[in-house]
């Protein structure tokens, strides 16, 4: 892996790592949301510092490059990132749902009620 590659992911991981922690400390972030930025940022910090690693697990898996295969596990942990996001925002759909179902029959039997008086 190229000098220019190595340091283009070390000052990402660490850009991200001072981030994470800013958001942590002012309270836009809570810690479980923020384990996977701080792994993501922990990988590149090792892929950074080790590229023989990276640069052998690309040939065991037949990838041309070891920058491709840097690309290709970027790529598959923003997919799983945002698989992952999708399932939380359909679990707060639902939860939305539901809170305003409920809301909407305490209503409709407040005013059967207010009627019947």
């Not at 283009?8 to 384990?35: H, N, P, Q």
């Not at 996001?85 to 207010?114: F, P, S, Y």
Request: proline share 2%; charged share 25%; hydrophobic share 55%.
């Amino acid at each position: 892996m190229s000098v220019p590659v190595r340091i283009l992911l070390l000052a990402g991981a660490v850009w991200t790592f001072i981030y994470v922690f800013r958001c942590i400390r002012k309270d836009k972030m809570k810690d479980d949301e923020s384990f996977y930025w701080i792994i993501s940022a922990g990988v590149l910090v090792l892929l950074a510092v080790f590229p023989e690693i990276i640069t052998e697990l690309a040939g065991l898996l037949g990838v041309e490059s070891a920058v491709n295969l840097v690309f290709l596990i970027v790529i598959f942990m923003l997919i799983l990132k945002v698989f992952f996001m999708d399932r939380k925002l359909a679990a707060l759909r639902h939860q939305t749902t539901e809170v305003i179902e409920k809301t909407a029959i305490e209503k409709l039997n407040e005013e059967k009620k207010n009627k019947e008086d």
